[in-house]
């Protein structure tokens, strides 16, 4: 089928886009034939958003989120492409696994990829797995601390093999940066249980000797480090240096800019999350850094669970929560602010992501690439509620916030998944 979108509102102005079949046939001015036209009416439209960091759950942690809400949640918010983690139930660390995380996906509404875990163990197995050359996964995840799983590996000799191996098959390895033994250490000291103190049992420090360990390894091996979920001022001053001479990316998320540990007092284990929302001069670093190129992408860190399971005790309760409905309007209500241009968004949740993860032909509204297309009108005005989200997690740190801009058309692969009438 021939699909026109009329009157779209790019970077480069106001165009029209011919979609033959999956991908982007036309831009341009004038209207070639079509079977159906949807008038955009001028309103912003975008390449699809690339989330490369979500928590997928599905198998064992089906009640949490599987790909089917995953997917709803994603492709009504304009995200059309999400790289799952591996740190499932059970983990995604051996052929079996991966095939059965396969198997799950297919249910999903939009494009995926996946992230090997890397264990002391199984580094024979993910040579074998990459071997195969297999298109759906783009990189290897490791954990230097516990989560949702205990594959951690702080290991020197060990984090220079794994990088090795990822070097080999032009994979980039993808590090959650805390250090356990840094964690445990702080632990010890710190005798309070409550989430007001998460972020000095999960302490800076941590996350700093993490991060300079890994860059201090990719310096030697030369592969391409992407480091998750940055949260302190000085990771950024380090990376800065190490990004002179080195493929050495990081994300940041909506949350690690936007909120802090003051927000602890008021919303509890709601706002637990490893690493910890930190302070207010990390707010500003971390906003410098997105804005000066230092930080290469925006992810959500969609770690859904139940209501419940973070009602619980501060031990108890899960970090993590939703984000696959969050971040793409709070990061397109701080352009409506002033705060973002649209391009520089376009680079950090699209563009660079796709590039970054060697997704081919997608990330950009080029002729030629897949149509995952996204429209968004910019002068909405509405109210983030957790109670209505698509995802099994009904909660959020950003209920009730007030955003402007909300999408209201989503293509995936030429296909309209979401398409919400103005």
């Not at 197995?125 to 290897?140: C, F, M, Q, T, Y």
């Not at 950090?348 to 060697?358: D, G, T, V, W």
């Not at 032909?361 to 149509?371: D, H, L, M, S, T």
């Amino acid at each position: 089928m021939r699909l026109l979108l009329k009157n779209c509102s790019l970077i480069e102005g106001l165009k029209n886009i011919l979609i033959d079949g999956k991908k982007i046939a036309y831009i341009g001015y004038g209207f070639p034939d079509s079977d159906k036209q949807i008038d955009i009416q001028g309103n912003v439209v975008i390449p699809g958003i690339i989330d490369s960091h979500t928590h997928i759950r599905d198998l064992s942690l089906s009640y949490k989120e599987d790909w089917a809400s995953a997917s709803r949640a994603a492709v009504t918010n304009g995200i059309t492409t999400v790289l799952d983690m591996p740190n499932t139930i059970p983990p995604t660390t051996n052929l079996y696994n991966l095939n059965l995380k396969r198997k799950q996906a297919k249910k999903s509404l939009v494009n995926y990829r996946f992230f090997l875990g890397a264990t002391k163990s199984n580094i024979f197995e993910i040579d074998r797995i990459l071997k195969a050359n297999p298109n759906d996964v783009v990189g290897i995840k490791v954990f230097m601390s516990a989560s949702n799983s205990n594959d951690i590996v702080q290991n020197k000799e060990v984090l220079r093999r794994i990088f090795s191996v990822a070097k080999f098959h032009n994979k980039p390895i993808v590090v959650h940066s805390e250090l356990q033994e840094c964690i445990d250490k702080w632990r010890t000291k710190i005798q309070y249980n409550s989430p007001i103190y998460h972020n000095q049992i999960r302490n800076r420090e941590c996350a700093i000797k993490g991060t300079e360990l890994v860059l201090k390894i990719v310096s030697e091996v030369w592969n391409t480090l992407y480091i998750a979920h940055i949260s302190t001022a000085e990771e950024i001053d380090m990376i800065r240096k190490y990004k002179e001479s080195n493929q050495v990316y990081c994300e940041v998320t909506p949350h690690h800019l936007l909120l802090n540990e003051k927000i602890i007092k008021k919303i509890g284990n709601i706002g637990k999350v490893n690493p910890p929302l930190r302070t207010e001069q990390d707010n500003k670093a971390l906003w410098d850094a997105v804005l000066d190129g230092t930080i290469d992408t925006i992810a959500s860190d969609h770690a859904p669970h139940l209501l419940q399971e973070k009602q619980r005790h501060y031990n108890e309760a899960p970090s993590g929560f939703p984000g696959l409905e969050t971040m793409p309007h709070l990061l397109i209500n701080e352009v409506n602010k002033g705060n973002l241009t649209l391009k520089k968004l376009i680079s950090l949740m699209s563009e660079n992501p796709a590039k970054i993860f060697n997704i081919e032909n997608r990330g950009e509204i080029q002729e030629g690439y897949y149509a995952d297309i996204v429209a968004v009108d910019m002068q909405k005005k509405w109210t983030i509620d957790s109670s209505r989200f698509y995802s099994k997690a009904h909660f959020s740190p950003f209920d009730r916030w007030n955003v402007q801009g909300k999408v209201f058309l989503t293509i995936v692969n030429g296909k309209v998944k979401f398409y919400r009438t103005l």
